[in-house]
């Protein structure tokens, strides 16, 4: 088998294998990008983990981490105003923090170019909301880029780059969840190391860089005319496919994903409609658009999320006074979820019912119950078993993004309203005005402390808010996959000086901080009702490191894993190890008994302090 390192930098051309993410690497080191930069969230963080089987001295671009998506906006900006290919990857809502940079971006004069690889999140499959960036990318006046499958966004990122240089712009390559994680053979083409001249480049010459009022116009002016050059190039026209079936009757537009869920409904259609499938969708290619509703009775739009495409279509037609019947969403299902296979045969039954056979009902499976849960051993699960002993009963709790926000979940009931990263403090000061009689407790992760929590911490201090911020300190970005945070001790590739959160705290002028293990339940308990009665803004660090990093790094050292905790003759079924702990490693038998599933264990002991008859105790090596 070979090495992904091998597969990403081999000279050669040839075909491989590869997730959607991991073809962008590849696309990266063909197009010559020099900086990339990120901050983890699903769909994307599979493009960082392919960029770390990247030996470092091999590497031809520098990858860093950056503390959250605004500030690896602006890094990349950065490098690109001073002549460097620059690439920066997030998640959907991601760009909701960096859009005061990204908005930017299209009235600059980006010498050395830029992409900015967004990955949509339709289904809300790891995102608070299905937002739709494609509307930020034409405010921002930047092209886009929506591939359907991993070839396409393999191919579509080195012509992203390629425009981004040649415009001196940003491009954006807007990706789906299933595009970054289908895989599909790619061709790769062939790649030597390039000979990259890094001499500064930056010169106020080479702007405005300086949006005043006087220039903003010019600037946007140049934004404007950029998109209209663009619309009108012969390249952009490349990306405009058409399948055409002889039917001057029925058409459909479609892009991204769709595209290829509608290719396998046909299977089942009485009639092919004729399809343009479109790859740039922002600027729209005008010509082959109108050509198409021309030719056409009837166009359907398909997309997914909102209705970028069918506006501006409509207007299109409109403009025209074409007589074509344009169908767009006809409901509130079109605009809710991923238009899977499915999906696509239901949107196009509600526009066209005798397109296909009637969809046969799902087949009745019973599914065993299996919600979210937090792993074995996680010390987020002994913090909300302390917390919550702690906690009047009309306490308000404000969840934060993280492994944590599980806590809302039965049986801890602990966080009671989630806006997005960061949103915490903020929101837990505005809870905790005019409040007497109901305290406020905000949490808030480690990752997250660094990436959004620092303003809504500061404000807290500043108009003095009387609440509690529980910090959950597990030393890792563990939801997103186990990057490195400048609290963990590492960036991307090395060691580096932590920075402690409870020195930034002091460094800030908190005057009540207050920290322990959160396997020392009791003490976090203790700590948690001394929090609650002192007044003003107060914080309690609640530390474990993550249990999931902790066991596979002792694997991968060789060390063998704790023995399987056992229950004693001790226990008499109160199962509180199961109704009020919730650890998956207990586990009812068929009978309606309490047992411990023994691969699932990882002895961690976090368990024995929650049982009222002490009946789970460890395990001897060798035996009971």
Known sequence: MKRLADVLLSPAPGAEIVMGNTALVRAMIEAGVRVVTSYPGSPTPEIADAIRALPAARCPFHFEFSTNEKVATEVAFGASVNGHLACVFFKSVGLNVAADTFVQLGLMNLIGGLVVVLGDDPGANSSQNEQDNRHLARLACLPVFEPASPTEAFTMFKTAAALARSERTAVVLRLTTHVCHAKEKVAFGAWETPAFDDTPRFSPENGPYIPITSLVFPMKRQALERLQRIAASPDHQTWTTLSSHGNKRRGIITAGLPYLSLLEVFHEAREWPDILKLGMVHPLPRSPILDFLRSHEEVKVLEELDDFLELQIKAV???????????????FDDWVGEYTPDQTARV?????????????????VTVPARPAQLCPGCGHRSAFQAIKAALPPAAITVADIGCHTLGFLPPYGIGQVLLCMGHSCGTAAGLSLFQKDRPVVAFLGDSTFFHAGLPGIINALYNHHDFTLIVMENGTTAMT????HPGSGRNFREPVDAIPIRRVLEGLGVKTILETDTYQQARLTDLVRQALATPGFKVVIARHPCMLKFTREQARQGKPRLPAVHLSDACDQQKVCISGFACPTFQFTPEGRVTVQQDLCIGDGSCRQVCPRQAIQPTKKGGA
């Open 317 to 331: 037609a409109f403009e025209h006074r074409l007589p074509v019947r344009i169908i767009g969403k006809t409901c």
């Open 348 to 364: 196009l039954a509600r526009a066209w019912p005798d397109l296909l056979p009637p969809l046969p009902p799902p087949p009745a």
């Open 481 to 484: 996959g186990h990057q490195d």
